[in-house]
């Protein structure tokens, strides 16, 4: 009797084992990736420049990202979130290896929660510039600057894909953390 | 006294070999328990919410109710208030329109449909929560929870920062972009939109409390 209850015990392990173990290696990959995602944002945001080669009377003919408060605070935010990710990745490999760690994945979910709403308010606040950049807006008589700096605004546009790309992935990193916290 | 304890000892000495000392030992526990019940101390009313066993889930689960209900609040006023937000000037100038609606500017439209989802979400996830206090045992529904704040936060992160975006641009312009500030002409419009943005940025802060808090109610012991 008891021979046989403790090998029902241990041929349910190996099974939850795996799935803890699967669990942390897609956090890994996930966490990887969406370092992957912000550091393409962060660096295709900071190099845009675009100098027009002619004149005009009521429109400067020099775009920076430096220019508009939004797309700097953009750009800062996503290296933040960079740093943060691959500052974070040791911890999560070591996930792999200790599955029962409790404080330091909750440790993790609190960090990550912190940067899911740095990462969310930056892309977010640069795809409203980005918008206006392109339609502008009537009411207010702000010009659409699409239609002279054409490449900085295809630049711009771009960039934002990497930073909600990552923005989901944080989403879901949080949820599998939260997932393998209440299954141990 | 004696008896009771030799009726206890012959029915852990011979379990279930016999019935005849098992119904002398049934009348011999019952007067036992109920001599150490009486001389117990009395537990103060409160206890029997909080129990010990349940390691502080209770009262996590009943700080989530509250924060839920905080939460309310500012996202409520910030959505009637821009909702609501419509000034027209008396005044007709040769550059600008003279009304400005929050449906003029798509950021302050998104905002506003945002936090009114959200005031929504969060008057219809009371019940849940409610469940959760009585019941701190459900790990599933507590999971569920979680993760639908989580989208709450991020959704509102994202819609009061955008119209934190345009309100910055409203109140100082961009030289670059040769977009003028238009703070100076519409206070009122102004005013509004800043106050329900700095209330959504409230609430985001109580929803991700409401996400930490309920990651470290939903660990194992």
Known sequence: MKGSVEQGETSKAPLSSGISKGVAILDVILRFVAFIGTLASAIAMGTTKQTLSFFTQFIQFKAQYSDLPTLMFFVVANSIVCAYLILSLPLSIVHIIRSRAKYSRLILIFFDAAMLALVTAGASAAAAIVYLAHKGNVRANWLAICQQFDSFCERISGSLIGSFVAMVL???????????LARR | MSTSQEAATVVLDIGAAGKAPATTSVAAPAPAPAAPASSQPRKSPG?????????????????????????????????????????????????????ARFDDFPAFLFFMVANAITAGYLVLSLPFSAAVVLRPQTTGLRLLLLVCDLIMVALLAAAASAAAAMVDLAHNGNLRANWVAICMQFHGFCQRTSGSVVGSFISVLILMLLVIFGAFAIRKR
């Open chain 1, 170 to 180: 944080l989403l879901l990193l949080i949820i599998l953390s939260a997932i393998a």
């Open chain 2, 47 to 99: 206890t029997f919410f909080f129990r010990r066993k349940d390691h502080g889930s209770r009262c996590v689960a009943l700080l989530d109710f509250l924060l839920r209900i905080a939460a309310f609040g500012p996202t409520l006023a910030a959505a009637i208030a821009t909702g609501t937000s419509d000034e027209t000037l008396s005044v007709f100038t040769q550059f600008f329109q003279f009304r």
